[in-house]
């Protein structure tokens, strides 16, 4: 079977196949192909999937209270209120949730939380 | 005892000899010196017992970057220290000066020797409390009196960093 003048995709495809020409090659003896599209998958991580996390701190006798105040307010950035408003539920529930969300970020709060030496634990959200 | 701040130093002047003592020791008392107890409470575990992989790589990834914080804050407080060990008479009041830039090393140095000596000596929680306890009569009076002096500089400094 013939092609003839007007040559189909499926007919240069043909060609390419017998000639062995590949699209560069092609480029260059001047006709146009275009590559086929790449489709992206858009992938979550497990961590996103698996929400979420908190971050909760402990009541402990020994730390001070203003101390926890200010180490809340400059781990979370929390105004004093705030800040003061979470010590105080530790303080008499023994425990607050100081933060929701991805277990990464989770998981550096609690390692800048231990370096203040607060008790604190990352949590899967009941 | 006095204690103010001035041009970006916190200075505390008249310092008897039992509480310069007791600040000399803030080195060696934020060393949990191998106690179980101490240890814990230092490093203590990133999740409510579950999570058995999360613990095990904070002990081998965490764990000792907190121990090098812990250790540098109290090298910088150790430091400042040496100015009481001049050579002015064993009684005489004593002067330190902490650089206001020392007052994070201060405040970690002073709450681990406060978090280690409560956990060596199993306070509780009502003895923590206990402002108006009877003058030092055993060493676990001096151990809780310790604490609670630490816990007071702790509270100057906070002040002095919020203003």
């Given at each position: 079977m013939s092609c003839g003048p007007w040559r189909d995709s499926a007919c240069l495809a043909q060609i390419q196949e017998i000639e062995g020409i590949t699209p560069s090659s092609n480029e260059k003896a001047g006709t146009v192909t275009t590559a086929e599209p790449t489709i992206e998958k858009e992938t979550r991580s497990e961590d996103e999937l698996d929400l979420p996390w908190q971050v909760v701190v402990h009541n402990d006798p020994v730390n001070l209270m203003s101390y926890v105040t200010m180490v809340f307010q400059r781990v979370f950035g929390y105004p004093r209120e705030k800040a003061e408003r979470h010590m105080l539920e530790v303080h008499h529930?023994?425990?607050?949730?100081l933060w929701n969300g991805l277990r990464e970020p989770a998981e550096l709060y609690v390692q800048q939380l231990h370096g203040y030496l607060l008790l604190a634990t990352i949590e899967k959200a009941a | 005892m006095d204690i103010c701040r001035r041009k970006g130093v916190i200075e505390i002047s008249d310092l008897d000899p039992f509480l310069a003592e007791l600040l000399r020791q803030i080195p060696a008392s934020a060393?949990?010196?191998?106690?179980l107890a101490a240890e814990q409470r230092i490093f203590?575990?990133?999740?409510?017992?579950?999570e058995t992989e999360l613990c095990a790589e904070w002990k081998t990834y965490v764990e000792p970057e907190l121990r090098r914080l812990f250790q540098s804050a109290t090298e910088t407080v150790t430091g400042d220290l040496e100015?009481?060990?001049?050579?002015?008479?064993?009684f005489a009041n004593r002067r330190l000066r902490i650089p206001a830039k020392h007052s994070d090393a201060w405040l970690s140095a002073l709450n681990q020797a406060r978090l280690v000596i409560a956990a060596k000596n199993r306070f509780t929680e009502n003895e923590l409390n206990?402002?108006?306890?009877?003058?030092?009569?055993?060493r676990r009076d001096l151990s809780l009196f310790q604490v609670n002096f630490y816990g007071f500089l702790q509270e100057f400094i906070l002040r002095e960093l919020e203003s």
């Open positions: 529930n023994g425990r607050s949730i | 060393n949990p010196d191998g106690v203590t575990s990133p999740t409510n017992g579950q100015q009481l060990n001049g050579n002015e008479k064993s206990d402002h108006f306890r009877s003058p030092i009569g055993s």
